[in-house]
């Protein structure tokens, strides 16, 4: 299968979500978002670091099958060697008994965690799992060509994810929610006041790692 690895690592020019959002949380649904069809994304998988030492999950991130062996995913969520293990769930990590282990990983050659509170760049992880899930037969291409946003086309996309609120939020499936996607130097608001700033302040606290789904492809957001 023909795989388009085009990737928009979004650094001086700057991609923004405009959100359904409101400071309410009805019925618990991550930024007033729907519960997804599992059936329609079923390369949306849930990655899930564990700490080898009280083997108990430290934190959840959301990926996306490319291929039946690979997941993408964000340096992030899976950078961290020594002491941790990852497994990646198909759809949500909870109440699921359908995992597989992760035996490699690919970090971005660019990527500093040290060096990640004002300026952002590399943020891309792969993993490469034990065996491919039986039930998935189609996988998400890589898309984020110039041509799609040009002269500030606006492209309306599909975000998914798994996290919580609180306590009472923790679903067993994960939530979607539509965006509208702009790409360049003029798409932040407020561009000709300051420069774009993709710092850890202004990103989304709960999912970091979702993907933006457009026409079958994913745009990474980072």
């Not at 994304?41 to 564990?50: F, G, L, R």
Request: proline share 4%; with cysteine; aromatic share 14%.
């Amino acid at each position: 299968m023909r795989i388009a690895l085009i990737i928009l690592l979004l650094t001086i020019k700057a991609s923004t979500f405009d959100l359904n959002v409101t400071k309410q949380i009805p019925n618990g649904l991550i930024y007033n978002g729907e519960i997804y069809n599992v059936e329609n994304y079923p390369y949306v998988v849930s990655v899930v670091v564990w700490y080898a030492r009280y083997n108990s999950p430290q934190r959840t991130c959301a990926g996306s099958l490319i291929h039946e062996l690979l997941v993408l995913t964000t340096a992030n969520c899976v950078y961290k060697t020594d002491g941790f293990y990852y497994k990646v769930y198909q759809g949500s990590w909870i109440h699921n008994s359908l995992s597989r282990w992760v035996v490699k990983k690919f970090i971005h050659e660019d990527y500093d965690p040290d060096n990640n509170k004002d300026f952002i760049s590399g943020d891309v992880g792969i993993l490469k799992i034990n065996k491919p899930f039986p039930t998935v037969k189609k996988y998400i291409n890589i898309g984020g060509f110039p041509d799609d946003f040009a002269g500030g086309n606006v492209l309306d996309c599909i975000v998914i994810g798994f996290g919580l609120i609180n306590e009472h939020t923790k679903g067993t499936e994960g939530f979607m929610n539509h965006v509208k996607v702009k790409y360049g130097e003029k798409a932040c608001r407020g561009y000709y006041r300051t420069q774009c700033d993709l710092s850890r302040r202004q990103r989304w606290s709960d999912d970091l790692q979702r993907p933006a789904l457009w026409n079958m492809q994913f745009f990474i957001k980072f």
